[in-house]
């Protein structure tokens, strides 16, 4: 599968969440938590329709 990047700001508080769920979710990297949480949440949008 080919990948795109994107760079993306968030704001400290937001970035303190995400480390939060890294840790809780024994990801490896904030961005890698990222793709897990937008695939989820993919997911279950296509589900519902």
Do not use: D, G, N, Q
């Not at 979710?25 to 519902?48: D, H």
């Amino acid at each position: 599968m080919a990948m795109k990047k994107f760079m993306v700001s968030v704001p400290k508080e937001m970035e303190k969440i995400l480390e939060k769920e890294r840790k809780e979710r024994l990801l490896e990297t904030v961005p890698e938590t990222i793709r897990v949480i937008l695939s989820e949440y993919l997911r279950s949008e296509a589900r519902s329709k």
